[in-house]
């Protein structure tokens, strides 16, 4: 039988733990639209035809798993089932699950969540993403999480450019208790990512977090100012940033896939975290990034709360958003 | 990695109807899918996309397709045309009080630009408008918007009012609003707090702050990126606060930003701002057509549009020419003629249909532009008569015209002369059509035709 009543077992069967009711809590709202619409629509149907496939296809859209992905779903689900003589509406809502999980999951790489810590020095991470997407709350989160497993946290604001973003993450940093290394107002960015460095190798931090400023991918000179910021610590720690991530946000449409290029090609993306997965958005880009682009969600962002951030674990996240309410 | 434009995916789908000369249902089925899938991949929200379709379909069938036009980039512009009449319905000015402030409150998501906006807002009513500002921060929840704001305000050099993180955004809008009317500001921008539309605790808080300062203007700002979700933000806002607009942030990026789109097309709310960059001056007046192109990935609208405008001003041409050659040729047709061309700024059309004609430069133009409005006013003061035959012209009549419009009897000679000269390479050009040959050199007396 198909992943998804593999799926359904595995969490039915096992008691619901606590990390996986961060993300069927979080989720909620984007899960009661996607699954109760799959759900609906296999009641409507008794038996599936061109429509029901059409029907499909406008759900996952919907999801902004984007335009080209969805259709190529819908396309193996639909030859599949022709093969193995499937009608019935629920099974072939099942068999299209399938096909996004192993979409994901067989785009290779072992993929391990968590930031792996060098023991020879600091490790860095360098944070990007586009303005607005919630860098700043990103890294809050992320050396709480890494505080709070003891580890010894420095934050760096090289994000010199937004007003009150160096007051942002200041305040963070006071919240958390955790050292911050800031530069002036307007100065470069760079210089303050070479502080930054410099600082938490004299000070044996084992984790330093870069803040950047938002930009846009399209933007050349400020592309160029993320790949200086990026070559700039590698002088003062060889083979830093270890990991740098893209934060994305979850209402972001079909932009996604531009902005996890563009970076891509500026910096040595390890991984995405996606936010605001707490609101009504379902975040299937990075179902779409990961088709395209093989980059792979590392952590996700539930709401607001310094604990809002869990490991991505693409059974939860499919879990959470096709088979929480049958839970 | 970008996605292709609308006209790019036509190209395939094109073969099978190149030449024929009408929409019909069977050839435009395959464009009108290629249609619904631009508007996807620019995240218009598939629910308006198929809305879309069926009214461009009922649009489309029938339409005469324009001769220079292949059926698909008839549809192209049929689509094009109802993208720019939706965004742009609707009306997109702020009305401003006279005698007491305006109050604009911003709304929004976490992260699509309400403080980076209000402090364009700002800068676009003071410098522009001479408007005295005062922005009042009520974002009391995200660490240091505040002094965001703060910051914000003194590089436009307007005044923020804040009460700190203490005190509830809504007594902040309160006592914002009474320094507003104390110290006659023409403006008040209330900033406030990211939330989720789903976050009931924080959007009544919106609903407690629009009715405590009663907001001439809600805006919700709209990030370019976002995807199909846009539209449930943005009915959620509309139906708990009754939006006046929309700002369009971020637009400054490669987003197709198709949420535009849907938003208006669902909740009819008009779309007033664009943000085009990271500058404080970076706040523009929202252009339709520039949003139609946009969605549609194609800078190469433009040029259709213009392609069609010139087959209609051909046509004209056409059917002017063949009048000239056949001697019929008026002074009503020669100002005809001169208007035309000044429109057109050059003689493209014209001179597609007759080889050897001269361009026009600025130079000429401008002077051209003064002879036109002589010209216009001395065959205005002619009878009708006089303006087709003007053999009959005679001293006592040129008289009576001078006085009519001011002008000269020299003027009216040169306009006659200028008139006799065009007809005269009308009949040229007419032989040497006849012979099958041009005339070296092009056509002296046609050149004229620039003045």
Request: glycine share 8%; net charge neutral.
């Given at each position: 039988?198909?992943?998804?009543?593999?799926?359904?077992?595995?969490?039915?069967?096992?008691?619901?733990?606590?990390?996986?009711?961060?993300?069927?809590?979080?989720?909620?709202?984007?899960?009661?639209?996607?699954?109760?619409?799959l759900?609906?629509?296999?009641?409507?149907?008794?038996?599936?035809?061109?429509?029901?496939?059409?029907?499909?296809?406008?759900?996952?859209?919907?999801?902004?798993?984007?335009?080209?992905?969805?259709?190529?779903?819908?396309d193996?689900?639909?030859?599949?089932?022709?093969?193995?003589?499937?009608?019935?509406?629920?099974?072939?809502?099942?068999?299209?699950?399938?096909?996004?999980?192993?979409?994901?999951?067989?785009?290779?790489?072992?993929i391990?969540?968590?930031?792996?810590?060098?023991?020879?020095?600091?490790?860095?991470?360098?944070?990007?993403?586009?303005?607005?997407?919630?860098?700043?709350?990103?890294?809050?989160?992320?050396?709480?999480?890494?505080?709070?497993?003891?580890?010894?946290?420095?934050?760096?604001?090289a994000?010199?450019?937004?007003a009150?973003?160096?007051?942002?993450?200041?305040?963070?940093?006071?919240?958390?208790?955790?050292?911050?290394?800031?530069?002036?107002?307007?100065?470069?960015?760079?210089?303050?990512?070479?502080?930054?460095?410099?600082?938490?190798?004299?000070?044996?931090?084992?984790?330093?977090?870069?803040?950047?400023?938002?930009?846009?991918?399209?933007?050349?000179?400020?592309?160029?100012?993320?790949?200086?910021?990026s070559?700039?610590?590698?002088?003062?720690?060889?083979?830093?940033?270890?990991?740098?991530?893209?934060?994305?946000?979850?209402?972001?449409?079909?932009?996604?896939?531009?902005?996890?290029?563009?970076?891509?090609?500026?910096?040595?993306l390890?991984?995405?975290?996606?936010?605001?997965?707490?609101?009504?958005?379902?975040?299937?880009?990075?179902?779409?990034?990961?088709?395209?682009?093989?980059?792979?969600?590392?952590?996700?962002?539930?709401?607001?709360?310094?604990?809002?951030?869990?490991e991505?674990?693409?059974?939860?996240?499919?879990?959470?958003?096709?088979?929480g309410?049958?839970? | 990695?970008a996605?292709e434009?609308?006209?790019?995916?036509?190209?395939?789908?094109?073969?099978?109807?190149?030449?024929?000369?009408?929409?019909?249902?069977a050839?435009?089925?395959?464009?009108?899918?290629?249609?619904?899938?631009?508007?996807?991949?620019?995240?218009?929200?598939?629910?308006?996309?198929?809305?879309?379709?069926?009214?461009?379909?009922?649009?489309?069938?029938?339409?005469?397709?324009?001769?220079?036009?292949?059926?698909?980039?008839?549809?192209?512009?049929?689509?094009?045309?109802?993208?720019?009449?939706?965004?742009?319905?609707?009306?997109?000015?702020?009305?401003?009080?006279?005698?007491?402030p305006?109050?604009?409150?911003?709304?929004?998501?976490?992260?699509?630009?309400?403080?980076?906006?209000?402090?364009?807002?700002?800068?676009?009513?003071?410098?522009?408008?001479?408007?005295?500002?005062?922005?009042?921060?009520?974002?009391?929840?995200r660490?240091?918007?505040?002094?965001?704001?703060?910051?914000?305000g003194?590089?436009?050099?307007?005044?923020?009012?804040?009460?700190?993180?203490?005190?509830?955004?809504?007594e902040?809008?309160?006592?914002a609003?009474?320094?507003?009317?104390?110290?006659?500001?023409?403006?008040?921008?209330?900033?406030?707090?990211?939330?989720?539309?789903?976050?009931?605790?924080?959007?009544?808080?919106?609903?407690?702050?629009?009715?405590?300062?009663?907001?001439?203007?809600?805006?919700?700002?709209?990030?370019?990126?976002?995807?199909?979700?846009?539209?449930?933000?943005?009915?959620?806002?509309?139906?708990?606060?009754?939006?006046?607009?929309?700002?369009?942030?971020?637009?400054?990026?490669?987003?197709?930003?198709?949420?535009?789109?849907?938003i208006?097309?669902?909740?009819?709310?008009?779309?007033?701002?664009?943000?085009?960059?990271?500058?404080?001056?970076?706040?523009?007046?929202?252009?339709?057509?520039?949003?139609?192109?946009?969605?549609?990935?194609?800078?190469?609208?433009?040029?259709?549009?213009?392609?069609?405008?010139?087959?209609?001003?051909?046509k004209?041409?056409?059917?002017?020419?063949e009048?000239?050659?056949?001697?019929?040729?008026?002074?009503?047709?020669?100002?005809?003629?001169?208007?035309?061309?000044?429109?057109?700024?050059?003689?493209?059309?014209?001179?597609?249909l007759?080889?050897?004609?001269?361009?026009?430069?600025?130079?000429?133009?401008?002077?051209?532009?003064?002879?036109?409005?002589?010209?216009?006013?001395?065959?205005?003061?002619?009878?009708?008569?006089?303006?087709?035959?003007?053999?009959?012209?005679?001293?006592?009549?040129?008289?009576?015209?001078?006085?009519?419009?001011?002008?000269?009897?020299?003027?009216?000679?040169?306009?006659?002369?200028?008139?006799?000269?065009?007809?005269?390479?009308?009949?040229?050009?007419?032989?040497y059509?006849?012979?099958?040959?041009?005339?070296?050199?092009?056509?002296?007396?046609?050149?004229?035709?620039?003045?």
């Open positions: 039988m198909g992943l998804f009543s593999f799926l359904r077992d595995k969490f039915s069967k096992k008691k619901v733990d606590e990390e996986t009711k961060t993300y069927v809590d979080g989720m909620e709202k984007s899960r009661k639209n996607f699954a109760s619409k759900d609906n629509l296999s009641k409507r149907y008794k038996e599936v035809n061109a429509d029901y496939f059409e029907e499909l296809e406008e759900i996952l859209i919907e999801a902004d798993v984007g335009v080209s992905l969805a259709l190529r779903i819908i193996e689900a639909l030859e599949e089932s022709k093969a193995q003589g499937i009608k019935e509406p629920k099974q072939i809502n099942e068999l299209v699950v399938d096909k996004m999980f192993l979409g994901y999951a067989t785009k290779g790489g072992n391990v969540n968590e930031i792996a810590f060098r023991n020879d020095g600091p490790t860095v991470l360098l944070v990007a993403g586009v303005n607005g997407v919630g860098k700043t709350t990103t890294i809050a989160k992320l050396a709480y999480r890494y505080i709070s497993q003891g580890k010894k946290v420095m934050l760096c604001a994000d010199t450019f937004r009150g973003a160096t007051e942002q993450l200041t305040v963070w940093a006071n919240r958390l208790k955790c050292d911050i290394v800031v530069g002036k107002p307007e100065s470069d960015p760079a210089s303050v990512a070479f502080e930054g460095a410099k600082q938490a190798k004299a000070n044996n931090i084992d984790l330093l977090i870069v803040d950047t400023a938002g930009r846009l991918q399209n933007k050349i000179n400020l592309m160029n100012e993320l790949s200086k910021i070559r700039v610590i590698s002088k003062e720690i060889p083979e830093a940033p270890h990991e740098a991530f893209l934060v994305i946000d979850a209402t972001t449409g079909q932009n996604g896939v531009v902005q996890a290029k563009q970076f891509m090609d500026c910096i040595h390890t991984g995405i975290v996606i936010t605001k997965m707490d609101g009504t958005s379902k975040g299937g880009i990075i179902l779409a990034i990961r088709d395209e682009l093989g980059l792979p969600v590392r952590f996700i962002g539930l709401g607001e709360k310094m604990t809002d951030l869990e991505f674990d693409l059974d939860k996240y499919l879990y959470g958003l096709c088979l309410d049958e839970a | 990695m996605f434009s609308l006209s790019e995916r036509f190209q395939r789908a094109l073969k099978k109807i190149r030449g024929q000369s009408r929409l019909t249902e050839n435009m089925d395959e464009m009108l899918k290629e249609v619904r899938i631009a508007l996807l991949e620019a995240d218009v929200n598939f629910k308006v996309v198929k809305e879309f379709v069926e009214q461009i379909k009922q649009k489309a069938i029938g339409e005469q397709v324009y001769l220079k036009l292949n059926p698909s980039q008839m549809v192209v512009k049929i689509v094009h045309d109802e993208l720019v009449n939706l965004l742009g319905s609707g009306d997109s000015e702020i009305k401003y009080e006279k005698n007491k305006t109050i604009i409150m911003l709304v929004g998501l976490q992260g699509t630009g309400k403080t980076t906006s209000a402090g364009k807002l700002a800068y676009l009513m003071k410098k522009k408008l001479a408007k005295k500002v005062l922005l009042a921060a009520g974002d009391v929840y660490p240091a918007a505040i002094d965001q704001l703060k910051q914000v003194a590089q436009v050099g307007v005044e923020v009012f804040s009460l700190g993180t203490d005190v509830s955004p809504v902040i809008a309160k006592q609003k009474q320094k507003a009317y104390n110290e006659h500001f023409d403006v008040l921008i209330i900033d406030t707090a990211g939330r989720l539309q789903i976050d009931e605790p924080l959007m009544k808080e919106l609903n407690d702050i629009t009715n405590e300062v009663s907001p001439n203007e809600i805006l919700l700002l709209v990030d370019a990126m976002s995807g199909q979700d846009a539209i449930n933000v943005a009915n959620a806002f509309n139906s708990q606060l009754s939006l006046t607009g929309i700002i369009m942030s971020k637009l400054d990026g490669d987003a197709r930003g198709g949420s535009a789109l849907s208006k097309h669902l909740t009819g709310v008009p779309i007033k701002f664009a943000g085009t960059g990271e500058k404080l001056s970076d706040l523009d007046v929202f252009h339709p057509e520039r949003m139609a192109d946009r969605i549609l990935g194609m800078g190469d609208v433009v040029t259709l549009v213009e392609k069609v405008q010139e087959e209609i001003d051909e004209e041409a056409r059917r002017d020419a009048k000239m050659m056949k001697g019929e040729f008026t002074l009503e047709d020669m100002v005809l003629q001169m208007k035309k061309i000044q429109r057109m700024g050059s003689l493209t059309s014209l001179m597609k007759i080889p050897g004609m001269p361009s026009i430069s600025e130079e000429q133009r401008v002077q051209a532009e003064k002879e036109m409005k002589n010209l216009e006013a001395i065959v205005n003061s002619m009878t009708p008569e006089e303006r087709r035959h003007p053999e009959i012209l005679k001293n006592s009549r040129k008289i009576r015209i001078a006085n009519g419009c001011g002008k000269t009897n020299a003027d009216i000679n040169r306009v006659l002369k200028k008139y006799d000269q065009m007809k005269l390479a009308m009949k040229q050009l007419q032989q059509k006849k012979s099958g040959r041009m005339p070296p050199g092009g056509l002296n007396g046609l050149g004229g035709l620039g003045m």
